[in-house]
């Protein structure tokens, strides 16, 4: 069973950065596309950004555009996301999930456990 494990986030102040890391735990040999979502107290998961397989195809949410950026290792096991000029906004835990291309929940098979990011004002 492979498990999907995030690292990355913590506090930071309006107008920092985060790199968000989330790794297999173990081999896999299935070509998963990659997603981040993130949830903030009292509000429903939402997307954040997604990368194919091949890291040739990315999507993100217009709130996140031009400030985040999506993008795996050459391994492909390995996914990241890059968050800059982040606002208290952003403020969530943050999962990564594999499965199919989607900008939709229901479309990812495997999640992580989440990381907690703090923007603070």
């Known amino acids: 069973q492979v498990q999907w494990v995030e690292s990355g986030g913590g506090l930071v102040q309006a107008g920092g950065s985060l790199r968000l890391s989330c790794a297999a735990s173990?081999?896999?040999?299935?070509?998963?596309?990659m997603g981040w979502f993130r949830q903030a107290p009292g509000k429903e998961r939402e997307f954040v950004a997604a990368?194919?397989?091949?890291?040739?195809?990315?999507t993100y949410a217009d709130s996140v555009k031009g400030r985040f950026t999506i993008s795996r290792g050459n391994a492909k096991n390995t996914v990241y996301l890059q968050m800059n000029s982040l606002k208290p906004e952003d403020t969530a835990v943050y999962y990564c999930?594999?499965?199919?291309?989607?900008?939709?929940?229901?479309?990812?098979?495997?999640w992580g456990q989440g990381t907690q990011v703090t923007v603070s004002s």
């Open positions: 999930a594999a499965g199919r291309y989607s900008s939709r929940s229901g479309g990812y098979d495997y």
């Open positions: 990368i194919s397989w091949s890291g040739d195809s990315t």
């Open positions: 173990g081999r896999t040999f299935n070509t998963y596309a």
